[in-house]
């Protein structure tokens, strides 16, 4: 089973950092490519960060320069690090693993970011 669990996630004030982990379910990290979503209340689920099949990454223009997403195999985990976080970036972040193999993606249960003074 491919499982996905976040955390991070919190209250932080304009312009602080988070980082945001998603901790896979063995071998997924291996066999996926990983990506991290957001969803703000009334808005539609949108990509924030993702690898391509190629060995690049995508980022969502609103967040060019301030967010970097990684990963360490040997720990299955994959990060988000976050920085000069803006009011905007409030949302619930999701991990999500694109299966290389298959068309099937899994998504974690989410993670709160609140950013407010």
């Known amino acids: 089973q491919v499982q996905l669990v976040e955390s991070g996630g919190g209250l932080v004030q304009p312009g602080g950092s988070l980082k945001l982990s998603c901790t896979a379910s063995k071998n997924t990290l291996r066999n996926s490519r990983m990506g991290w979503y957001r969803q703000a209340p009334g808005n539609q689920r949108e990509l924030v960060a993702a690898?391509?099949?190629?060995?690049?990454?995508n980022y969502a223009d609103s967040v060019k320069g301030r967010f970097t997403i990684s990963r360490d195999n040997a720990k299955n985990t994959v990060y988000l690090q976050m920085n000069s976080l803006r009011p905007e970036d409030t949302a619930v972040y999701y991990c999500?693993?694109?299966?290389?193999?298959?068309?099937?993606?899994?998504w974690g249960q989410g993670t709160q970011v609140t950013v407010s003074s």
């Open positions: 690898e391509t099949n190629s060995g690049t990454t």
């Open positions: 999500n693993a694109r299966m290389v193999f298959d068309t099937q993606s899994y």
